[in-house]
């Protein structure tokens, strides 16, 4: 089994930058696919960002498509997702998600898809 924990939450002014990191331990960070998710109060789970084992496939949900970029470092066991120009809709706790099935499109973006979750770490864009 694989332990994730999130980091980097935080409050910032709509336009800002952030960078939330899911530290991975207990297992080989290189054998889970993984995903950036958030929920907003009172708002389904919503999938934000995915990546694949190595780093090369890379899938966004279009509300954050140009502005957010996912990418994980396997010498640290660390994911990270970079959010720019962020605005208040961002507004949400962000949790990060591991499977250790390959990413299959169409079912990438399902809450179903990971077997494994951060607690979660708060981002709030001020406006």
């Known amino acids: 089994q694989v332990q994730l924990v999130e980091s980097g939450g935080g409050l910032v002014q709509a336009g800002g930058s952030l960078r939330v990191s899911c530290a991975a331990s207990?297992?080989?960070?290189?054998?889970?696919?993984m995903g950036w998710f958030r929920q907003a109060p009172g708002k389904e789970r919503e999938f934000v960002a995915a990546i694949s084992r190595t780093g090369v496939i890379k899938y966004y949900a279009d509300s954050v498509k140009g502005r957010f970029t996912i990418s994980r470092d396997s010498a640290k066991n660390t994911m990270y997702l970079q959010m720019n120009s962020l605005k208040p809709e961002d507004t949400a706790v962000y949790y990060c998600?591991?499977?250790?099935?390959?990413?299959?499109?169409?079912?990438?973006?399902?809450?179903?898809?990971?077997?494994?979750w951060g607690q979660g770490t708060q981002v709030t864009v001020s406006s």
């Open positions: 207990g297992s080989t960070f290189s054998r889970y696919a």
């Open positions: 998600a591991a499977t250790a099935t390959i990413l299959r499109v169409g079912v990438i973006d399902q809450v179903s898809e990971y077997d494994y």
